[in-house]
């Protein structure tokens, strides 16, 4: 187990392309780190330099104690899961989970002609590797519940069998550190969920530090210890779960996490009557007193509100000051909670999600209580910085 420290690592692809820029990242020993941004903002070419299978145009990668910039992928002690699984098919489960463990023997029992003796020695130390082969198979097996699969081929596998199988042969080579490459998303979403949950169990078990790639924030949040947020090959928030969440650095992220996601609204910081208000054309809603002090330099100035869906209450009993006045134009039924999607004249569309079954109606008008303690404020644009958080 080790330690992952990237350095100032950029990635230049032929063309002209900075697919990373200048990206530096501490993952501990034993963590669970997730990777997660929009297509093309450089997650994979992250890990996959790590793994080593593409050269570091600047900066250094350390794994463990060694820096591993010069050193070739099946000497990095690392062992990645992709999303294609990539089992040999013609080999059993087995055999695809001993193969790495086979190949990496450094006796074989009668690999040379030096005589009995010396092959008999030999001999020996090869079964003995070939019975910690074995156990570390079984037990990995045991981990993943696939004990009764170990004689089948891929072919005849569902496909989170072959993503158990697959994840098995990463764990058996018991490796410093896991890397993980979009492993489910060839799943379809229950068995996702499900084996989102085993992975978590498992990482738990074998205390591997994790590297994990994901465009999907949802398994981000769920999985990682701590989420790194990443978009044009930079990483714009590095945080826990929650915090990347609740206290997102700028708009991207607040846009990126969170299902449905974040309300933003343009307008202005005015002063009136002694407080200071967030206006658009239709809305004026008080800024509160924990968030004036932060929002006093922006009078006059354009920001950019953010409203988590759950931060819109229906019950208007708050004060006047923080109402919204809207119309509703859609209505999603969830079971357990209900997203309701209103229009207001500056904006086509807010979503409000409240628990259990509302009566509302589609058409109808609807007065929106916000929160105005927990909603955030942005510079403008589209990574404009979180100005709640202060510098
Ligand atoms: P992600 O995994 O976040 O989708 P990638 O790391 O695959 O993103 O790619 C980051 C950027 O690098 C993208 O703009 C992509 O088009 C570019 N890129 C990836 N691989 C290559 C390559 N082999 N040659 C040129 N450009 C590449």
């Known amino acids: 187990m080790a330690e992952v420290v990237l350095t100032d690592v950029t990635k230049m692809y032929p063309g002209d ?7 530096s990242l501490e993952i501990n020993d034993r963590e669970f780190v997730v990777l997660v941004g929009p297509s093309g903002c450089g997650k994979s070419t992250t890990l996959r330099m790590v793994a080593g299978l593409e050269d570091i145009t600047d900066g250094t990668i350390r794994i463990g104690e060694r820096v591993v910039n010069g050193i070739a992928p099946k000497d990095r002690d690392i062992a990645m899961v992709f999303q294609n699984y990539a089992l ?15 190949l990496r023997r450094q006796h074989g029992a009668w690999d040379n002609t030096l005589g009995f003796v010396v092959a008999h020695g030999k001999w020996k130390r090869a079964r003995e590797e070939r019975r910690e082969i074995d156990a570390r198979v079984q037990e990995a097996a045991a981990i993943l519940g696939i004990q009764d699969l170990l004689h089948r081929r891929p072919r005849a596998l569902s496909g989170g069998q072959r993503q158990r199988v697959a994840v098995g042969r990463a764990i058996v080579r018991k490796p410093k550190a896991f890397l993980f490459d979009e492993p489910l998303s060839n799943l379809d979403a229950k068995l996702r969920i499900g084996m989102r949950a085993e992975l978590k169990r498992l990482h738990r078990q074998v205390q591997t530090t994790t590297i994990y790639v994901t465009h999907d924030q949802e398994e981000a949040m769920t999985l990682g210890d701590r989420v790194v947020v990443m978009k044009d090959g930079i990483i714009h928030q590095c945080a826990t779960p929650y915090d990347v969440y609740e206290r997102p ?9 969170g299902t449905p996601p974040m309300n933003f609204l343009g307008g202005r910081v005015v002063r009136e009557s002694g407080g200071l208000f967030f206006a658009d054309g239709s809305n004026r809603l008080a800024i509160s007193t924990r968030h004036e002090p932060l929002l006093k330099p ?24 923080c109402r919204m006045s809207s119309q509703i134009t859609v209505v999603e039924p ?44 942005f510079e403008p644009g589209e990574d ?7 510098d």
């Open 384 to 390: 404009g910085r979180n100005i709640t958080l202060g």
């Open 17 to 23: 392309v900075k697919a990373v820029d200048c990206v």
């Open 88 to 102: 040999y098919p013609h080999m059993t489960v087995y055999k695809n989970m001993a193969f790495g463990l086979l």
């Open 249 to 257: 650095t700028n708009r991207f992220v607040a846009g990126f996490v």
């Open 298 to 321: 922006f009078e006059g100035r354009d920001v950019t509100l953010g409203i988590r869906p759950e931060m819109l209450h229906l019950q208007t009993d708050g004060s006047e000051n």
């Open 334 to 377: 969830l079971g357990d909670r209900t997203d309701i999607y209103v229009s207001t004249p500056d904006h086509p569309q807010i979503i409000c999600r409240v628990e259990g079954r509302p009566r509302v109606e589609e058409g109808a008008a609807l007065a929106l209580q916000v929160d105005m303690d927990r909603v955030h404020f």
